[in-house]
T-cell receptor
């Protein structure tokens, strides 16, 4: 079984809809991250969480919110989706005092 | 403002030859650097890293070189294999922040 899982893997939604992307991990890591990847722009940090009670904005948090329901779960929400949020979204985890991140397989989101 | 740059979007190399992937950064506060490899439909996977206290780190066929004065790092793959064909991202952070800035990626194609 994969250590970091993301659901759904693919989603098509309409402008204005609310959508939630979910991330679960079995690695026991405290740190969790959400990134988006756009063609030609690499990975950009949306939000990150160093423990259940710690939530921080990344480079591009506008239009997004997150919830850290448990150590193992970190959800990303788009309250009112817009077409320029069409992208590939990755969740990642890392252990305390480790720089190495473990990524999920990604969610491809299309907003029409 | 792109703090981490990978100026070559793509690179083709013959099997058995050396692949050299380059990465430049602008923020002098960055002191830890990582390379990730990404296959289609998968999340990035950690490849190799280097701290600014070193100028070279080697792991099997993979070597990362860091030139702090030039704010430049490179990943060498010797010998290149067809299975190395993937997108390679470099990432940088300031120690202790556990926040990462990613480059835009270089697509490596190793020709058999």
């Amino acid at each position: 079984d994969a250590d970091v899982t993301q659901t759904p893997r693919n989603r098509i939604t309409k402008t204005g809809k609310r959508i939630m992307l979910e991330c679960s991990q079995t690695k026991g890591h405290d740190r969790m991250y959400w990134y988006r990847q756009d063609p030609g722009l690499g990975l950009q940090l949306i939000y990150y969480s160093f423990d259940v009670k710690d939530i921080n904005k990344g480079e591009i948090s506008d239009g997004y919110s997150v919830s850290r329901q448990a150590q193992a779960k970190f959800s990303l929400s788009l309250e009112s989706a817009i077409p320029n949020q069409t992208a590939l979204y990755f969740c990642a985890t890392s252990d305390v005092d480790s720089e190495k991140q473990y990524f999920g397989p990604g969610t491809r989101l299309t907003v029409t | 403002d792109q703090q981490v740059k990978q100026n070559s979007p793509s690179l083709s190399v013959q099997e058995g030859r050396i692949s050299i992937l380059n990465c430049d950064y602008t923020n002098s506060m960055f002191d830890y650097f990582l390379w990730y490899k990404k296959y289609p439909a998968e999340g990035p996977t950690f490849l190799i890293s280097i701290s600014s206290i070193k100028d070279k780190n080697e792991d099997g066929r993979f070597t990362v070189f860091l030139n702090k004065s030039a704010k430049h790092l490179s990943l060498h793959i010797v010998p290149s294999q067809p299975g190395d064909s993937a997108v390679y991202f470099c990432a940088a952070s300031s120690s202790g922040t556990y926040k990462y800035i990613f480059g835009t990626g270089t697509r490596l194609k190793v020709l058999a």
